[in-house]
């Protein structure tokens, strides 16, 4: 199995796929005419086994500057997955996921809050 793998689907009548190695990582951007998105995908460091991603936010076809960038980073990290908001290359947001599934914004007690 490839270590990353992607899938866009549009008018054709079947996907274009490509596959990724560790080294590659994976790429694909989205775009609308004034909006798009990139998902780049890559190993986690310093452990090459788990997944990390980033979404950017583009111009999208047109080119323009966007009115923010980076809005998300998904990592698997030792002690959990991890989502990281950006808005403007400014962290906007952490949120933590805990092994019941849930994401919350601390990574501490949330057996308390839970309402799962
Ligand atoms: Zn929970």
Redesign the pocket.
């Known amino acids: 199995m490839a270590r990353f793998y992607g899938e866009v689907r549009g008018k054709a009548p079947s996907a274009a796929t490509r596959e990724g190695s560790e080294g590659s990582g994976i790429l694909a951007h989205i775009r609308g005419w004034r909006l798009g998105l990139m998902v780049t995908g890559m190993t986690s460091s310093p452990d090459p086994e788990r997944d990390a991603f980033v979404v950017d936010l583009t111009g999208g076809s047109n080119g323009g500057k966007p009115t923010s960038y980076g809005v998300l980073i998904i990592s698997e990290a030792e002690n959990g997955s991890r989502r990281v908001f950006v808005d403007a290359g400014q962290v906007t947001g952490v949120s933590y996921l805990?092994p019941?599934?849930?994401w919350?914004t601390r990574s501490d007690n949330?057996e308390e809050r839970?309402?799962?």
């Open positions: 805990h019941c599934g849930c919350d949330h839970c309402t799962a």
